[in-house]
């Protein structure tokens, strides 16, 4: 069954950090590329980051931009995102979803609340 | 950035009516390699992920009921949901993949009326 499932969310005070984690399993994790999208509570869905098949590249959307940072470990078929100087507009359920092979985001995990709170 | 819009905000709608649902985008995404709209709807629940219901702006999704129908080309597409069931009510999106840095229409709410 292929899945993905995201870990490590939690409450976090402004300023701080966290790292969140995203667990693939039920395909070749190191063939597709993997994104992270957000959904503060009530809202929309707000796209996040997005890295390659390999690692090699990586993009962000403005508003995590220096802050975030997207990585994998294809051995252990592991996805990370991690964020630091963190503010309150972070707060949000982050998903994990796959980039399939037509482009969209095909697979999404159950997602990860992380709340940044003093 | 590509600006994805939506219209209406929400809608109610009879159960097996038609339900149509609208997205604009501020630059096309119709690519010009190999003629595709990179433009995706998605479907999402309360308390759940987002589910892919149609990519490349008019094909189904494996497993996808074929009364969910997306439509159009360039900046202005469509879905449409051709007799409404109880089990679509929920928040769709639609989301332009042909630029690196994704975006999201600010979603739609379907109920039922």
Known sequence: QVSLVESGGGVVQPGRSLRLSCAASGFTFSDYGIHWVRQAPGKGLEWVAVISYDGSNSYYADSVKGRFTISRDNSKNTLYLQMNSLRAEDTAIYYCARDGIHGALDIWGQGTMVTVSS | ?113
């Open chain 2, 1 to 113: 950035d590509i600006v994805m819009t939506q219209s209406p905000d929400s809608l109610a709608v009879s159960l097996g009516e038609r339900a149509t649902i609208n997205c604009k985008s501020s630059h096309s995404v119709l690519s010009s390699s190999n003629n595709k709209n990179f433009l995706a709807w998605y479907q999402q629940k309360p308390g759940q992920p987002p589910k892919l219901l149609i990519y490349w702006a008019s094909t189904r999704e494996s497993g996808v009921p074929d009364r969910f129908y997306g439509s159009g080309s360039g900046t202005d597409f469509t879905l449409t949901i051709s007799s409404l069931q109880a089990e679509d009510v929920a928040v769709y999106y639609c989301q332009q993949y042909y630029t690196t840095l994704f975006t999201f229409g600010p979603g739609t709410k379907v109920d039922i009326k």
